[in-house]
Nanobody, 117 residues
């Protein structure tokens, strides 16, 4: 069982930066593929970025070149550095951990990011 707690959300400025953190407890994240998702009100949750257990990263096209995901397995924490923020980045952001065993799929409670224009 993995518990995930996101932090770092809040109000950002257009063109500014925010850094989200997701700290895991209950189990180390070394064996987990980690992801950041986001959802706007009334919309489906979408993947923003992911980092595999080997450190490979992928990003949705809308954030490529602006967002960067990283992981620190020793601290059981993943990060999402968000630069060049846009108003359309305003969403609730969720951290996800997927383990190698079926059913190992965990979510954080989400953190609100609001970007003012």
């Amino acid at each position: 069982q993995v518990q995930l707690v996101e932090s770092g959300g809040g109000l950002g400025q257009f063109g500014g930066s925010l850094r989200l953190s997701c700290e895991a407890s209950g189990s180390g994240i070394r064996a987990y593929d980690m992801g950041w998702y986001r959802r706007a009100p009334g919309k489906e949750r979408e993947v923003v970025a992911s980092i595999s257990r080997r450190g490979r990263t992928d990003y949705v096209d809308s954030v490529k070149g602006r967002f960067s995901m990283s992981r620190d397995n020793a601290k059981n924490t993943v990060f999402l550095q968000m630069n060049s923020l846009k108003p359309e980045d305003t969403r609730v952001y969720y951290c996800n951990a997927k383990g190698p065993v079926v059913g190992q799929d965990y979510w954080g409670q989400g953190t609100q990011v609001t970007v003012s224009s």
